[in-house]
């Protein structure tokens, strides 16, 4: 998978035939989504939905997790202790549901929880 800006202009995600990993780094976890740049982040997550559409995509896997197991709660930026966090793995449905959020938001730069992850404009 070539790069997957929107994050940021570098940012890049990599699949793996063997396990089925899609391999998103920053750009879609469990956490904060932060957004530098909007339409580059939907055509990334445009992407991402069409690649895995046409290869077995097992599991989406950011590199962290910022998430409670509430849906909608993320812990507080700096947290070093997060005891009730989800699993770090998502599916090639939370794409979609990331994809249907940005058409939810629209172009309004402000933060917007979902129930597993959140939106962020880069600051």
């Not at 947290?79 to 959020?101: K, V």
């Amino acid at each position: 998978m070539p790069d997957t800006p929107g994050h940021h202009e570098a940012a890049v995600a990599f699949f793996d035939p063997w396990t089925g990993f899609l391999l998103a780094g920053d750009t879609v976890c469990p956490g904060r989504l932060y957004v530098q740049d909007r339409q580059a982040f939907a055509r990334t997550i445009d992407r991402l939905i069409e690649f895995s559409d046409r290869r077995p995509a097992t599991h989406v896997l950011g590199c962290h997790i910022e998430m409670t197991r509430q849906p909608g709660v993320d812990y507080p930026i700096r947290t070093t202790y997060q005891p009730d966090e989800p699993a770090l793995q998502m599916s090639t449905g939370h794409l979609r549901e990331i994809r249907a959020a940005l058409d939810e938001i629209g172009d309004r730069p402000s933060r917007h929880a979902f129930p597993h992850f959140v939106l962020c404009p880069s600051e």
